[in-house]
């Protein structure tokens, strides 16, 4: 499995943008489909974005949509996750997940995970 890390987290204010990164080590990583997932103080983790080894086609939850978009750069084995107009409720952690080629909504279809990046956005 290829090792991810996620970085680029942190405290923003609400209306504040942040870009989480997702890197991967070795050429294996631009064959894979990536989600990225988070999961709040007390709560289950929820899907929030993923994408295909090519970059495309994408998917967002609800929450997502509009305020989000998922990337990646396969020539620097990352996936971004752009994150715009924050609100204090997407405040979490948020990890990114791959598996082979697609990407996916479901987490149980994930088979390798980082160790997460704190977002906290203030209101």
């Known amino acids: 499995q290829v090792p991810l890390r996620e970085s680029g987290g942190g405290l923003v204010q609400s209306g504040g943008s942040l870009r989480l990164s997702c890197t991967g080590s070795?050429?294996?990583?631009?064959?894979?489909?990536v989600g990225w997932f988070r999961q709040a103080a007390g709560k289950g983790r929820e899907f929030v974005a993923a994408c295909w080894w090519r970059g495309t086609p994408t998917y967002y939850s609800d929450s997502a949509k509009g305020r989000f978009t998922i990337s990646r750069d396969n020539t620097k084995n990352t996936v971004y996750l752009q994150m715009n107009s924050l609100k204090p409720e997407d405040t979490a952690i948020y990890y990114c997940a791959s598996r082979d080629q697609s990407g996916s909504y479901y987490e149980q279809y994930y088979d390798n995970w980082g160790q997460g990046t704190q977002v906290t956005v203030l209101s």
């Open positions: 070795g050429s294996a990583f631009s064959r894979l489909g």
